[in-house]
């Protein structure tokens, strides 16, 4: 077995005994409950139900169509099984999870395995990381099923139905694992995130990833830029 985890998402003390005792051997990916580490502000909260939601608190045991992109335990052999695909995988984890799945392979999603996971919690580097994050996805896309020129144009246009289709995914998501009510701040900024995923999808059909990839591994690797200062000294401290 490989865990694929982040350094800003920290396992309870079960959590790999949990994961291991659920392997059985049909198994490609044990995904595990993602919690929100940094809850208070309401852009750690929009951030992680974008990310996370339909994994976190609520959510049910049992197979799933997909797990977590990260924080997530796959079976050796169905990444190996991928060849030379494996390495340029890892950086686009739900292309990752679509491979395996063309291979036949099949998740379980374990509530009782819980991770926290750690938010970015400020404005607008927010809207800056679903924007690349959408660029990177419609870039990979176009690319991968060759798309036409004349049919990058035309998907140029489509940002706002982007938009939608992510705020109905989270609508789904919330009402499936009765997420608790929320304010109206919450989906302001629901709205906005998604908007900007939207764009940067859009745009990433036409004008390529650009170094999104290069800016999005910043946001990975160190989180403590993009939390609000209450945060940031609970997460160094």
Do not use: K
Request: charged share 20%; net charge positive; with cysteine.
């Amino acid at each position: 077995l490989v865990a694929l985890t982040e350094d800003h998402s920290y396992p309870d003390a079960t959590w790999a005994e949990r994961a291991l005792a659920a392997h059985d051997g049909r198994w490609a990916a044990i995904g595990a409950r993602v919690r929100n580490a940094n809850p208070a502000s309401v852009w750690s909260r929009v951030n992680h139900d974008l990310a996370y939601g339909r994994w976190s608190d609520g959510a049910l045991d049992g197979e799933i169509d997909d797990v977590p992109g990260f924080n997530t335990i796959f079976a050796r052999d169905a990444l190996l099984a991928l060849g030379a695909d494996l390495a340029p995988l890892l950086d686009r984890v739900a292309a990752l999870h679509q491979a395996i799945r063309d291979q036949g392979g099949r998740f379980l999603f374990h509530a009782d395995a819980i991770l926290n996971h750690w938010n970015p919690s400020v404005g607008l580097p927010s809207v800056s990381l679903w924007f690349r994050i959408g660029r990177c996805f419609g870039h990979y896309r176009a690319r991968t099923e060759r798309w036409s020129v004349g049919r990058r144009l035309t998907y140029m246009t489509a940002a706002p139905l982007v938009a939608l289709v992510r705020l109905r995914g989270q609508y789904v998501a919330r009402r499936v694992r009765t997420a608790p009510a929320e304010t109206w701040a919450y989906y302001a900024v629901l709205a906005l995130l998604a908007t900007a995923a939207g764009f940067g999808e859009t745009f990433g059909y036409v004008a390529g990833e650009g170094a999104a990839v290069d800016a999005l591994n910043d946001f990975e690797f160190r989180r403590d830029r993009y939390l609000r200062p209450r945060d940031r000294l609970a997460f160094l401290g």
